[in-house]
């Protein structure tokens, strides 16, 4: 046998008194696609961290190609031929694609732009891809970023190549042409490292399945052998139950209706153009799109955080007697009090909703504290709350008083969710709740929105991976391009057909009859 | 015609002083680093260039191109040294920048202010310390071309460092818009996280770019002593209003150096208009030297109402940047 690409033996890292990972012992191999897998804090980007240079291992010995490597930096992984693809893209927005691929590299004597291109020409053509050098980063699609951090890596002379989570923010038919430039390097002898959350994708793309558990290596399956369920209860340790449940809508009313809602953006782009939809209670209405066509403009709409154009109606169907109110022209304030709460998860997961210096008590005070009449705070009720919060989510946190910002990304996600619920709304709006949640914390969320459902709440879900919002929504609502191209009943369609109204717009607006 | 000419000449030199600030500051902006100490650093420039011309001056038998040589390396040395100790605080400690700006520039008015009146003491009083020596060195004209008519007047009766600050502009824009170390810069002063990840030594970057961004600085400060104000020394902050036009000028020049060229002798040109426009009474002149203040914030809503992104400051300006630990 071939001495595997990287060899791993014994590495551990900690952070203070915390255990990332500890004695890990495994292999990479030439020609494969390994996929790594893990709940969230089990380890593996700091894992492979060490590997591209960003850690340094407390302990253990690293081989590459069977000889023993000191990576001190990320310049140093490149000489190894390590290469990683961050979740969050390491570019210059403003530098077009060529700068950003050959940035910091040293200048060779007599190096032309021309040669360098036709380098970048070579890669692609062996791999597949399209990529347009003078573009700049600001007018890229998600997409185009990530091809562009794979040149990047790819023009160093990168053949081990580690991916976090790449699919993260792909449409799916932008994740199958991802694949297919996979498999493009694997055939090309490359060793390739893919860490993702979704078991479906793992076993379609990868040839070995290793599997961290809370910071120690677990074992490796051939991915021929493994199953969502086998890989599941190794992750985690014991025996999940992997259904998302659908019960059917219970007398649904209607409780908002959305009428020719636009948004003109701050650059006086048309962000949304004409939506108009329902929501009813006790449904969770999913809605698709790949990301920026709109999806935060029109949650934040009816949440009074958004200016809307003239026309434009929103209005609120209270549940048993009340009086339709109009929503647009009410301030974010009124709007919350008539029972009507939005949680969104941005890119960096703070920094919408919760103040990442301050604790759980003082988190969930944000959100009520004008209730108090007293001039002085009265952190009681909140503090029984946060405490309530905490067991019933099951949050891992020293203590309600510890700045949320010390809690790893699912804890935190889980104390934004589990506030917007406590204030008992009527319409619960969450966008990105799931973001980069394992998938033991994704199913606790998916069940408490369930829950919301069956208590009669309008859910509004907004959600990136389409195989969840299928499982899960009731309707879904596709957009596209600021507007609404489809609405489907959530039982009986196919992800190929939401992926393909999320890309092609196929509704034009009135105005373009016959063009 | 006369007026004219003697109104150009008065921006141009006045110019010449704030575009070594701008030059300077432009140069450590692009790093990351808002040096609000850009009025410090002059006083300090200025001060080191009139110490050292002093000292050897009053050595007795000076020679005028020595002298110019000293008090050049003692401007370059004491301004380059306060642009390191405003690295250390922000770059090593990651001490707020805005605040370190300031103190800085306190504390290089301080510091000029202290000397300068020590040194006049030395000189025998107030108003008695002058550097004619070095002075008339830095305002040595070319011979042949002084005496080309309207001309000569125009662009040869200056000192070599009015020139020399045209040349370091174009040469600084080479070298930020078109040479690989210069896209490296650019890229710590906009993604510092990115810029490490493939292998650039942000540390070394901003330190380099603040220090020598800090000697350029300096010089604006020698030039104002030894050609502005004639080898002779004044506690009357005039240096440190210029020092915050200086950063005016960054803006307005939307961070490229060859802009900033125009842009100083524009500055020059509206704030001494008011020298050669006759019948205003002093209350209107006050308001004409607002002119420069005027024209940055007008350049400021025009370009933030343009939303063009290379139009706007370094992305991660007066942020500090350390590679991401839990």
Redesign the interface.
């Known amino acids: 046998m071939t001495t595997p690409a990287v060899q791993l033996e014994n590495i551990s890292k900690r952070f203070g008194s915390v255990i990332a990972n500890a004695h890990v012992t495994m292999d990479i191999r030439h020609g494969e696609i390994l996929s790594l897998l893990g709940e969230n804090g089990s380890g593996k980007t700091t894992l492979m961290n060490m590997l591209s240079g960003v850690y340094h291992p407390d302990e253990g010995t690293i081989l590459i190609n069977g000889e023993k490597a000191s990576i001190n930096a990320p310049k140093d992984a490149y000489q190894y031929g390590i290469g990683m693809v961050h979740q969050h893209f390491k570019l210059v927005d403003l530098f077009t694609a060529y700068e950003n691929i050959v940035l910091g590299l040293p200048v060779k004597k007599g190096e032309r732009k021309e040669q360098n291109e036709e380098k970048i020409r070579q890669i692609c053509e062996n791999y597949g891809f399209e990529i347009d050098l003078e573009k700049k980063v600001y007018d890229m699609t998600v997409s185009e970023k990530q091809t562009l951090e794979i040149m990047k890596v790819l023009y160093r002379g990168a053949d081990i190549l580690i991916l976090d989570e790449p699919t993260a923010v792909l449409t799916p038919q932008e994740t199958d042409r991802l694949f297919e430039v996979l498999r493009n390097m694997r055939a090309d002898g490359k060793a390739i490292v893919i860490i993702t959350h979704k078991l479906h994708e793992v076993l379609e793309i990868s040839d070995r399945v290793a599997i961290l558990r809370k910071g120690e290596f677990v074992g490796c399956i051939p991915t021929a052998e493994a199953t969502p369920q086998i890989l599941t209860e190794r992750m985690v340790g014991k025996k999940v139950e992997l259904q998302i449940e659908r019960p059917l809508p219970q007398s649904p009313e209607l409780r908002l209706r959305v009428r020719h809602l636009n948004v003109i953006s701050e650059y006086g782009l048309p962000v949304l153009h004409d939506v108009s939809f329902d929501v009813y209670s006790g449904e969770i209405l999913g809605i698709a799109g790949i990301s920026g066509c709109g999806q935060k403009e029109l949650l934040e709409s009816i949440a009074g955080l958004q200016k809307t154009e003239t026309g434009s109606e929103v209005t609120f169907f209270p549940a048993g007697n009340g009086t339709d109110t109009p929503l647009i022209g009410l301030s974010p304030r009124q709007i919350k009090k008539l029972g009507i709460s939005l949680s969104f998860v941005p890119e960096d997961r703070l920094g919408m909703g919760l103040v990442g210096s301050m604790g759980m008590v003082d988190n969930m005070m944000l959100k009520n504290y004008d209730e108090c009449s007293s001039f002085f705070t009265n952190r009681r009720t909140p503090r029984e709350l946060a405490e309530k919060v905490m067991i019933d989510l099951d949050i891992v946190t020293p203590g309600v008083f510890t700045p949320v910002r010390r809690l790893s990304g699912g804890n935190v996600q889980k104390v934004l969710v589990g506030r917007e619920i406590a204030s008992a709304p009527s319409v619960l709006m969450t966008a990105y709740a799931v973001r980069g949640l394992d998938i033991n914390t994704s199913y606790t969320i998916y069940h408490l929105l369930n829950e919301q459902k069956m208590k009669g709440v309008a859910v509004i879900y907004v959600g990136e991976d389409l195989d969840v919002l299928l499982a899960l929504s009731d309707r879904i609502l596709v957009l596209c391009e600021g507007q609404v191209n489809a609405v489907l009943d959530g039982r009986t369609a196919t992800k190929e057909q939401v992926g393909l109204y999320m890309t092609h717009l196929e509704r034009k607006d009135g105005n373009s009859h016959g063009a | 015609m006369d007026r004219i000419l003697m109104l150009i000449q008065a921006a141009v030199t006045f110019g010449t002083v704030i575009l070594y600030g701008s030059l300077g500051e432009i140069l450590t902006e692009k790093s990351g680093h808002l040096n609000l100490g850009v009025p410090g650093i002059m006083y300090i420039g200025g001060i080191s260039g009139l110490a050292g011309a002093y000292f050897y001056e009053s050595a007795g038998e000076p020679i005028a191109f020595v002298s110019m040589l000293i008090s050049l390396l003692a401007a370059l040395a004491g301004s380059a040294l306060a642009g390191l100790l405003y690295s250390f605080l922000t770059v090593t400690l990651r001490a707020n920048q805005n605040v370190t700006g300031l103190t800085l520039t306190i504390f290089g008015a301080g510091v000029a202010n202290f000397y300068g009146a020590s040194l006049m003491k030395l000189a025998g009083g107030v108003g008695q310390i002058s550097v004619s020596v070095t002075s008339s060195a830095y305002r040595a004209t070319i011979p042949f071309l002084r005496n080309i008519p309207v001309l000569s007047t125009l662009l040869f009766r200056y000192g070599w460092l009015v020139y020399v600050a045209v040349v370091i502009a174009f040469v600084m824009h080479h070298f930020i818009y078109k040479t ?1 170390t210069g ?2 810069l ?2 710590v002063g ?2 510092p ?8 030594r942000v540390t070394r970057y901003k330190y380099l770019a603040t220090c020598i961004g800090s000697a350029v600085c300096g010089l604006g400060g020698l030039f104002y002593v030894m050609d502005y104000t004639k080898g002779t020394w004044a506690n009357d902050g005039t240096i440190e209003r210029l020092g915050w036009l200086a950063v005016a000028l960054v803006i307005f020049s939307i961070w490229r150096p060859r802009n900033a060229i125009w842009g100083a002798y524009l500055f020059g040109f509206l704030y001494w208009m008011y020298m050669y426009i006759s019948g205003l009474s002093r209350g209107s002149q006050e308001l004409f030297k607002m002119l420069p203040y005027v024209v940055t914030l007008m350049v400021l809503i025009f370009v933030s109402l343009r ?1 063009k ?2 139009t706007q400051a370094p ?1 991660s300006l007066g942020l500090s940047y350390f ?4």
Not at chain 2, 323 to 326: S, T
């Open positions: 690989r896209l490296n650019r890229a906009e993604n996280a990115t810029a490490d990840a493939v292998g650039i939303k992104r290379e992305s590679r991401e630990d839990r």
